[in-house]
């Protein structure tokens, strides 16, 4: 089938208006918020319905043609990019909340829903959605179900997945499932927590049932300025340490503070080293005395100014700031490499030391501003990509803060996914045996590698390679698995029952 057949096609099934095939407009799709490496998509459907996603799934396994699912493409790790061409199946325009259950606290919704605009709708009924990535006011609940994407609030309510009840998603041959019916934990396989985080590579969300969570009674925030960041990040597993959860424990760096007063004139002292933002909640009484512990052991552990947010207009000016953080980086150079990576709390401080050695040696500044209550860093490192010299460094900094973090016991991603910027590095932290498991995993959804192909396995080892390196390894323990089968026999022989 070629192009032109595939076009036609498509708008039979999704209409005239819902198919994007001009070569300028395909452009913005090359990428998402990772714009390291660019591929332009063949074709782009933007589909309303359920059944309209499973027709273009039916054809695209027909042609051979990769589809590629899509939210808002705010994702920083490359997981939209359509890597290797192929439809991408947007769903930007299945943005409706279907049905609020209030006395069951759920809510079910098609996957382009806003974020931000989920929790606004059940704020008017006293719930939110809990999951509130920085980005929330972009970014689609399909793409936070992807990703399992977390935010400044997930120390204390947890990350999107817990907050998924079940999920309607097109398998890689068109068929519809749901994977639960939205009661809470559902018999059989939990395939509701599989997809999730699988990042858009097994199946293609059309619709889930959330959790919706009830608002606090009440809730504090303010902000802890420090002189270093090292300190600032200690004062943090310092306050867990105390026996405190609170909502919500942010760091900014210093030139995260300076980008930030440059975009929202939050008058924030330039001269300080880090800023804390320490968010508690719950019920009103009691909540000025848990902070007040909470500032004590800011105030022990250096920090040399506390500021509160004493209205709710200025709470949303501290959240705005943070949660546009990213964004200000604009102001301090014309691209950023964010990375994500999770430490063990206590590693932290040692880790921010580092990061500043790091930045020295490859003579690039680097910002921090992270969800420092998960352990989860964010350095970012500021450059101009137009400069290949730059690029490289860029590249070569990352690297560096990836393997480090695994060396104090941690991870590659926290919250943004491995996609394609961090597939190369999987080989870091599973050997080939994990990444066959994952593969076999992979190959049983998607047979053919019709759905987000190229992701997350490593470039030299694709999905399908480790899954057929892997059969090769089981058949060759063929005695083992004789005396696997002769275990089995005899155990069925003792009478049906025994399986029960
Ligand atoms: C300024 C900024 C701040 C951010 N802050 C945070 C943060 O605090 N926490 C955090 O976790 N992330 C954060 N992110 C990253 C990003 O916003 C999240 O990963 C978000 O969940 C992506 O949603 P999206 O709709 O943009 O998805 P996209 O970028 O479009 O896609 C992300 C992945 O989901 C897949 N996907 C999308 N829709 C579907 C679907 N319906 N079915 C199956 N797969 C699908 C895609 O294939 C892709 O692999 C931030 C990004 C930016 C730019």
Sequence with gaps: MDRAQLSEELRRIVGPRSVVDNPDALMTYDSDGCVMDLHDPHIVVLPSATEQ??????????????????????????GATPMHGGIVITTSRMNKILEFDARNERVRVQPGVINFEL?????????????????QKACTIGGNIANNSGGPHCIKYGVTGSHVLGLQVVLADGSVIWTGDGTPDAPGYDLTGMLVGSEGTLALVTEAWLKATRLAESTRVVMALFDDIAGTAATVSAVIAGGFLPAALEVMDRLAIKAVNDAYKMGLPESAGAALIIEVDGVDDGLDELLAEIVEICHRHGAIEVRPARTAAEQTQVWAARKNAFGAMGRLAPTYYLVDTVVPRTRLPYMMEQVQLISQTFNLPIANVFHAGDGNLHPIVLFDRRD???????????????????EQGGVISGEHGIGMEKQDYMPLLFNDDDLGAMAAVHESFDPTDL??????????????????????????????????????????????????
């Design 119 to 135: 929790s606004q709708y059940l704020n008017q009924y006293g719930y939110q959605f809990a999951a509130d990535p920085s980005s």
């Design 388 to 406: 290949p010299d730059q690029l490289h460094r860029a590249h070569e900094a990352v690297t560096q803060v990836m393997k480090l973090s695994i």
């Design 451 to 500: 759905i987000n192909p190229g992701k997350i396995f490593p470039r030299k080892q694709p999905g399908h390679n480790l899954a057929m390196q892997r059969r090769a390894k089981v058949n060759l323990g063929d005695e083992e698995e004789n005396e696997f089968d002769k275990a089995t026999r005899v155990i069925k022989a003792q009478g049906d029952n025994v399986w029960i």
């Design 53 to 78: 996603v499973a027709a273009v799934v039916k054809l695209a396994a027909r042609a051979g043609v990769p589809v590629v699912p899509r939210g808002a493409g705010t994702g920083l790790s490359g």
